[in-house]
């Protein structure tokens, strides 16, 4: 198994900036993908951004040009830090990593979620 915890959420005015962690641990061999997701209250749980073990990184329109996600791997944690904040950026954020087994299956692991409120 492996385990997520998630560090760094809060509340912030709009145009605040914020920066979350995730630091991986228990059965880590393995693990490429890792990423940020975040789910507003009654909406869909949506991609926010991943980053390969090799540093290549992906972003929602949305938060283009405002987030920037980041890892070291030595230590197995991946950031997430968070700039010129918007009221709909609030929501519950989540850390997700993905481990390839000896067989070539993808097992996806989640953390328990940080809560993100960013006021008007």
């Known amino acids: 198994q492996v385990q997520l915890v998630e560090s760094g959420g809060g509340l912030v005015q709009a145009g605040g900036s914020l920066r979350l962690s995730c630091a991986a641990s228990?059965?880590?061999?393995?693990?490429?993908?890792m990423g940020w997701y975040r789910q507003a209250q009654g909406k869909q749980r949506e991609l926010v951004a991943t980053?390969?073990?090799?540093?290549?990184?992906k972003y929602a329109d949305s938060v283009k040009g405002r987030f920037i996600i980041s890892r070291d791997n030595a230590n197995n944690t991946v950031f997430l830090q968070m700039n010129n904040l918007k009221p709909e950026d609030t929501a519950v954020y989540y850390c997700?990593?993905?481990?390839?087994?000896?067989?070539?299956?993808?097992?996806?692991?989640w953390g328990q979620g940080t809560q993100v409120s960013v006021s008007s």
């Open positions: 997700n990593a993905i481990r390839v087994t000896y067989g070539g299956s993808r097992l996806p692991y």
């Open positions: 228990g059965y880590i061999s393995g693990i490429n993908a």
């Open positions: 980053i390969s073990s090799g540093g290549s990184t």
